[in-house]
């Protein structure tokens, strides 16, 4: 009996032995301890989330169930500029984020990732297919949606506009003087350009299979087209008197009551205005014997995944689209609307008592009815109001109508 019990101690022994001289040869002088990969990725944001953003990644270090760290960059870029402020793809960011405009350039440009199958059958259901299929009409599936609120609403101070004012463009002109003015940027295009959609004209991209524009269709050429013009007109002759194309916040120091800009404002103007800050949707206006409510755009901002980046390194590529899933997941998204106001994609978020009572989101969802989706826009979209806008000034500070003749002249 000793004598076997001797045998199998030494037996186990050498087993031990053993095992521990492999282990000793697979992890090196470091003893048993495995090889820690560190892996690095650049990640682009706006500049006013850099904190936060890089908050945000040190969490999905912490909960990512791995032993490999990555290390990441923040660097700053706006989600309006990025497609034309990276001065190098190959060197870019592996994770951007986009306003949704861009996505056909950055798409045909190769600066985009397809979606996963898996990633878009699940924003199908959580983030909804209807948004999904908005930017796949023109590229791929290859967008990230984090932001659901790109667009633009009407702020006003309500210690001098009350709702009856403010629905109508005429009730907050009548409470305008050049102390008290309404700030609209309509010689910005992103601005100008919704007006002109107010009574109905629309432009229609045709995209080929590459993501590049085919055809471009408008009709901006009949006399809905010239009320909508009306509209900016209107606006250029009360400059400085009751209307300032200065887009400042409506409080008494810059001498405005009521201001078109976008959502994200909406803190900013909140802090600044105090007990008088108020939102809603813009207003009416009435053109002839017909009254439409002014238009506006409207889209969403996304995370984009960079592959010139990841070129011949596809683990560099799946961890920079686990990245941009995560910085869309319900716990950043809340933590983005928290920080910022930003209001979420996912329904699941959108239907909780906070978001349905927040004012950014009622007013956005009310202007949504009239807003036309951003989504690819072809350059003439840009450079046709500005052009529109400068012959409108000329012809204002030459005293002519809208025709381009002046009253007095002979046909």
Same mark, same amino acid.
């Given at each position: 009996?000793?004598?076997?019990?001797?045998?199998?101690?030494?037996?186990?022994?050498?087993?031990?032995?053993?095992?521990?001289?492999? %282990?000793?040869?697979?992890?090196?002088? &470091?003893?048993?301890?495995?090889?820690?990969?560190? =892996?690095?990725?650049?990640?682009?944001?706006?500049?006013?989330?850099?904190?936060?953003?890089?908050?945000?990644?040190?969490?999905?270090?912490?909960?990512?169930?791995?032993?490999?760290?990555?290390?990441?960059? *923040?660097?700053?870029?706006?989600?309006?500029?990025?497609?034309?402020?990276?001065?190098?793809?190959?060197?870019?960011?592996? *994770?951007?984020?986009?306003?949704?405009?861009?996505?056909?350039?950055?798409?045909?440009?190769?600066?985009?990732?397809?979606?996963?199958?898996?990633?878009?059958?699940?924003?199908?259901?959580?983030?909804?297919?209807?948004?999904?299929?908005?930017?796949?009409?023109?590229?791929?599936?290859?967008?990230?949606?984090?932001?659901?609120?790109?667009?633009?609403?009407?702020?006003?101070?309500?210690?001098?506009?009350?709702?009856?004012?403010?629905?109508?463009?005429?009730?907050? =002109?009548?409470?305008?003087?050049?102390?008290?003015?309404?700030?609209?940027?309509?010689?910005?295009?992103?601005?100008?350009?919704?007006?002109?959609?107010?009574?109905?004209?629309?432009?229609?991209?045709?995209?080929?299979? &590459?993501?590049?524009? %085919?055809?471009?269709?408008?009709?901006?050429?009949?006399?809905?087209?010239?009320?909508?013009?009306?509209?900016?007109?209107?606006?250029?002759?009360?400059?400085?008197?009751?209307?300032?194309?200065?887009?400042?916040?409506?409080?008494?120091?810059?001498?405005?009551?009521?201001?078109?800009?976008?959502?994200?404002?909406?803190?900013?103007?909140?802090?600044?205005? &105090?007990?008088?800050?108020?939102?809603?949707?813009?207003?009416?206006? +009435?053109?002839?014997?017909?009254?439409?409510?002014?238009?506006?755009?409207?889209?969403?901002?996304?995370?984009?995944?960079?592959?010139?980046?990841?070129?011949?390194?596809?683990?560099?590529?799946?961890?920079?689209?686990?990245?941009?899933?995560?910085?869309?997941?319900?716990?950043?998204?809340?933590?983005?609307?928290?920080?910022?106001?930003?209001?979420?994609?996912?329904?699941?978020?959108?239907? +909780?008592?906070?978001?349905? /009572?927040? /004012?950014?989101?009622? /007013?956005?969802?009310?202007?949504?009815?009239?807003?036309?989706?951003?989504?690819?826009?072809?350059?003439?979209?840009?450079?046709?109001?500005?052009?529109?806008?400068?012959?409108?000034?000329?012809?204002?500070?030459?005293?002519?109508?809208?025709?381009?003749?002046?009253?007095?002249?002979?046909?």
């Amino acid at each position: 009996m000793n004598i076997k019990l001797t045998k199998s101690i030494g037996l186990l022994a050498t087993l031990l032995l053993a095992g521990s001289l492999a %282990s000793c040869g697979e992890g090196g002088e &470091g003893g048993g301890t495995p090889e820690v990969k560190e =892996l690095s990725l650049t990640v682009s944001g706006p500049s006013k989330q850099h904190e936060w953003l890089a908050a945000r990644l040190e969490d999905f270090n912490s909960k990512r169930n791995s032993a490999d760290k990555v290390k990441f960059e *923040v660097v700053d870029y706006e989600e309006n500029k990025v497609d034309s402020e990276v001065p190098d793809w190959k060197k870019g960011p592996d *994770v951007y984020a986009f306003a949704g405009d861009k996505i056909k350039d950055l798409y045909t440009n190769g600066c985009l990732a397809d979606l996963d199958a898996e990633t878009l059958a699940e924003y199908k259901q959580t983030i909804g297919e209807d948004v999904m299929d908005t930017y796949a009409k023109h590229v791929k599936y290859v967008g990230y949606p984090y932001a659901a609120d790109n667009g633009y609403y009407l702020y006003y101070d309500k210690s001098v506009l009350n709702e009856t004012d403010v629905q109508t463009l005429e009730g907050i =002109l009548a409470k305008c003087d050049a102390d008290h003015m309404l700030s609209y940027d309509i010689n910005t295009a992103y601005y100008g350009f919704g007006a002109l959609m107010s009574f109905g004209n629309r432009y229609q991209v045709t995209f080929n299979r &590459g993501g590049g524009i %085919s055809n471009v269709e408008a009709d901006f050429d009949n006399e809905n087209a010239v009320k909508a013009a009306k509209i900016l007109i209107q606006l250029s002759e009360l400059e400085n008197t009751k209307f300032t194309s200065a887009q400042v916040a409506p409080i008494p120091a810059n001498k405005a009551i009521a201001t078109v800009d976008g959502s994200w404002n909406h803190a900013a103007y909140k802090r600044s205005m &105090g007990a008088n800050f108020a939102c809603t949707k813009l207003p009416t206006v +009435t053109v002839g014997d017909e009254t439409k409510n002014i238009a506006s755009f409207l889209g969403y901002k996304l995370y984009g995944v960079n592959p010139q980046r990841s070129v011949g390194d596809k683990d560099r590529l799946l961890l920079a689209k686990e990245v941009a899933k995560y910085l869309t997941s319900s716990e950043v998204q809340l933590s983005r609307y928290n920080e910022f106001n930003v209001m979420p994609t996912l329904k699941a978020l959108q239907e +909780t008592e906070t978001i349905q /009572a927040d /004012a950014n989101f009622k /007013a956005i969802k009310a202007q949504s009815e009239f807003a036309v989706a951003q989504t690819a826009v072809p350059g003439k979209v840009w450079s046709a109001p500005t052009d529109f806008m400068t012959t409108v000034k000329g012809w204002i500070k030459d005293g002519r109508s809208l025709d381009g003749t002046t009253p007095n002249s002979s046909p």
